[in-house]
């Protein structure tokens, strides 16, 4: 019939919301990540390939650190320092060697930190980093332990020191042995003024707390990721304190650049390079008092 | 006279069941003596198990009891010639952290501590004794002066924390606290810190980095709040007594963790039930620590504070080398 062939064909199949739902939860774990900001679905792949960020806004994804080590220090350059430091329970506090034992088995890492020494653009660096994923990247004993030895070992080879942050503050476990963390690794990063020896602190999603109101905030240069969380009390803790509703972008990176207290915020995909430009201009080379023919 | 504590409550009935006894001896004529006595002698028996075996929660309410000497009080009564000295040169003057020149036994000292009010009223001015960045940028200053003139720096701890607020995040909070960690711990004069009640978290460490730590016997000091750590781990608020127990806050835990140097003992009871022995203890304990550590080279002073703090921590290490400890 004439009419059958006007007929329009439908070319695409309707899905109620319900079946949609079912196909989206029948694709494979992990081969699709929901943008958290702009809601996109993306190929997992596709972000990996953006170092962690949306392709379409540019959300920074929380990223691992072997992640982290991989996208930032040359390639095949990394020494490990103080791997077999690990926790102990000093208070004995229900449930925290468990805990400790799960999280290993988890993410594969032994604590919340990894430092050693490796190569940005080819300048020698001490690096540290923390992974969020291990107790909220809390410091306790081992963390300040590790950054601790991490800074004396920068002094020792004359290195600079680069710590990426990622953590809740304090480890609650440890109680005041946590605390005093903050004192340990200031006091390092003291040493390491006094040797003039450049630090740069990087802030990423979230550096709040104990972490935040030690070496995190003590960079010679602060650099932070592009929407992390960062401060030092909670926002909840506060609303209860002043009454009051919060900005949204309070203590967001870029809150903290219009406060004066970061110097600036790069995006994760120029990371590398302006770490590398920094480095390149701390290098050596001609500075006052080094008596080299201009 | 000082407001009870509800773990006291038995000792303070049987007092005034001793008293209402004397009255009527007194005015009635007639003679309750012996069972004064006895009374007496139960009351002090109570005193004793009462006081002698303090649960870190009813520490914790010691060293918040509204009647606690504060620093001012403190310094009062253990410096003379006290300048109290204002503001941060930058932004303002926090009236949650006090300092000022002094002198100790003759010594010119440079003093600085968290400053709690005596009512509501007086609270609301000192923010409770929780500073916002410029209080602890203050200190800084002063400290710095006090190198400059090579005078000690005594830091008088006493807060629930630093000032969680809308104003004290966009100031630096975090910056303020880790920059006075930094700079303390290089500082080249004698620093001497004695948590006289609350130590909480990073706004108490901010006057915390010194060649000796001190802790009166009921002070506390810890990573967070008995209440804050119960909110985190139970999710209620209610359960700080619980928390207090678990978090090993008390002066007595510190000392064993070989965190605090030394314990300045109390009165019976509490700093607040009599502040005059209690501050001729502290100061007794300052003026020792200040004459030795006068002795030492700049040099031998910031290594051993180094050292100090790099010895803070618990850990094992697993290598190719047998188990080490930490301890």
């Not at chain 1, 208070?91 to 060697?97: A, H, I, T, V």
């Not at chain 2, 007595?252 to 300045?264: N, R």
């Not at chain 2, 031998?300 to 803070?312: G, M, N, P, T, V």
Request: net charge neutral; proline share 4%; charged share 25%.
């Amino acid at each position: 019939m004439l009419k059958d062939l006007f007929h329009k064909k439908r070319k695409y199949a309707t899905l109620t919301t319900q079946e949609l739902a079912e196909r989206r939860d029948n694709i494979p774990e992990g081969i699709m990540t929901k943008c958290k900001k702009c809601s996109e679905l993306l190929i997992s792949r596709e972000i990996e390939k953006h170092l962690q960020t949306c392709p379409r806004c540019g959300y920074h994804f929380p990223m691992n650190a072997p992640e982290r080590l991989a996208s930032t220090l040359d390639e095949g350059n990394f020494t490990e320092y103080d791997q077999g430091l690990t926790s102990v329970d000093p208070l004995r506090f229900d449930g925290y060697p468990a805990k400790i034992e799960q999280v290993r088995t988890a993410t594969g890492l032994m604590e919340a930190v990894v430092t050693g020494e490796g190569a940005i653009g080819g300048h020698p660096v001490v690096v540290g980093v923390m992974d969020s994923r291990f107790i909220m990247g809390s410091m306790g004993s081992v963390v300040g332990e590790k950054i601790t030895r991490a800074i004396e070992r920068a002094i020792e080879r004359r290195y600079p020191v680069i710590l990426f942050s990622a953590s809740g503050g304090a480890r609650m476990q440890e109680g005041v042995f946590s605390l005093m963390q903050m004192a340990k690794t200031s006091a390092a990063l003291n040493r390491l003024s006094q040797a003039k020896l450049p630090y740069i602190s990087v802030l990423t999603h979230p550096t709040t707390g104990g972490v935040s109101a030690s070496f995190a905030s003590l960079g010679d240069i602060n650099i932070a990721e592009p929407g992390a969380l960062i401060g030092f009390a909670g926002r909840r803790v506060i609303e209860q304190t002043i009454r009051q509703k919060l900005p949204d972008d309070f203590q967001t990176a870029e809150f903290l650049l219009k406060h004066g207290m970061i110097d600036l915020v790069v995006h994760r995909k120029e990371m590398k390079q302006t770490l590398s430009k920094v480095l390149d201009m701390h290098a050596g080379g001609v500075r006052h008092g080094s008596r080299s023919a201009l | 006279m000082a407001a009870d504590l509800h773990f006291e409550k038995p000792l303070t009935e049987l007092r005034a069941k001793i008293e209402e006894l004397r009255k009527f001896t007194e005015e009635k004529g007639i003679d309750f003596t012996d069972e004064i006595v006895k009374l007496e002698q139960k009351a002090i028996e109570l005193e004793q198990s009462i006081y002698g075996e303090l649960t870190p929660w009813n520490k914790v309410q010691i060293a918040r009891h509204a009647e606690r000497p504060t620093t001012l009080d403190y310094i009062r009564g253990i410096f003379t010639d006290f300048i109290e000295l204002h503001g941060d040169r930058t932004f303002g003057d926090d009236p949650a952290l006090v300092g000022g020149i002094a002198k100790l036994d003759g010594i010119p000292v440079t003093v600085v501590g968290h400053q709690k009010g005596r009512d509501t009223k007086e609270n609301i001015f000192r923010r409770f004794g929780m500073p916002e960045p410029e209080g602890y940028r203050k200190a800084l200053r002063l400290m710095k002066q006090a190198e400059k003139f090579g005078r000690p720096v005594i830091c008088f701890i006493d807060t629930p924390g630093a000032y969680p607020g809308m104003a004290a995040e966009e100031r630096g909070q975090s910056e303020a606290i880790a920059r006075n960690l930094l700079e303390m711990a290089g500082l080249e004069t004698p620093v001497i810190c004695i948590v006289t009640g609350e130590g909480g978290s990073g706004g108490a460490l901010a006057l915390g980095v010194g060649d000796r730590i001190y802790m009166l016997e009921h002070a506390v000091y810890s990573v967070i709040s008995p209440e804050g750590a119960a909110a985190l781990l139970w999710k209620d608020a209610a359960q700080a007594q619980r928390a207090a127990e678990t978090m090993k806050i008390t002066a007595q835990d510190l000392y064993a963790f070989g965190i605090a140097d030394g314990i300045v003992e109390e009165p019976m009871g509490g700093a607040h039930k009599d502040p005059t022995a209690t501050v001729k203890r502290v100061q007794e304990q300052l003026v020792s620590a200040v004459r030795e550590l006068l002795l030492q080279s700049t040099d031998e002073l910031l290594e051993s504070r180094y050292q100090k703090f790099k010895a803070i921590g618990r850990y094992q290490e697993v290598s190719n080398e047998p188990l080490k400890h930490n301890a």
